[in-house]
């Protein structure tokens, strides 16, 4: 079974069994993740690290590839803060790689060869990008939920999935975007 089918079958499940989609707690509950908690402690701290570091990382490659691939740069730098947070290196435990956090199928698919490698993985992430705002019709919270979550979930739900991490990545995402040099 597939990442995307996996993930897609658990929030028919999750809908399922909830009846409707439940929204996030204003305060942090037992039901409420760690990782969720975390995120959201973190944001306006990474948000003051970033401003107070200088110019964005990468600039010159993320404007090329977001020319090359038609996307907005900044919806890109967002994108790439949201999964990485510039970090060349990153891995995620399910196997994600490199500033865009790619799959591995993923990359391969879009021509990346080496996901750790920040210029491929900027190029690939822009490519994958485009293809989702293609797919749903230039919309970006339903292209950045395809992005997290996988377009079949996207296209399961008819938007963005009612799973907190791929809602919360989203508003992140636009976030970052928001206020994210040009």
């Known amino acids: 079974m597939s990442l995307d089918a996996a993930m897609g079958r658990v929030g028919e499940l999750s809908v399922m069994l909830r009846l409707a989609p439940i929204p996030a707690p204003a305060t942090p509950t037992a039901q409420t993740s760690f990782n969720a908690q975390l995120a959201s402690a973190m944001a306006p701290t990474a948000a003051a690290a970033q401003d107070a570091a200088g110019p964005t990382p990468f600039a010159t490659e993320i404007s090329a590839a977001a020319a090359r691939n038609g996307v907005d740069p ?8 949201a999964e990485s947070n510039f970090d ?13 956090q790619l799959m591995p199928g993923t990359a391969a698919s879009l021509g990346v060869t080496n996901p750790l490698d920040p210029a491929q993985a900027i190029e690939g992430g822009a490519k994958y ?3 989702q705002l293609d797919r749903f019709g230039g919309d970006a919270s339903k292209a950045l939920a395809a992005y997290n979550a996988g377009p079949g ?5 008819g938007g963005v999935p009612p799973y907190a991490e791929t809602q919360a990545y989203v508003r992140k995402v636009l976030s970052y975007a928001a206020g994210a040099a040009a």
């Open 74 to 81: 900044k919806l890109l730098t967002g994108l790439i803060r």
């Open 88 to 100: 060349p290196n990153a891995t995620s435990p399910a196997g994600a790689q490199g500033l865009t």
């Open 129 to 131: 990008l485009r293809q």
């Open 153 to 157: 979930a996207v296209e399961r739900f």
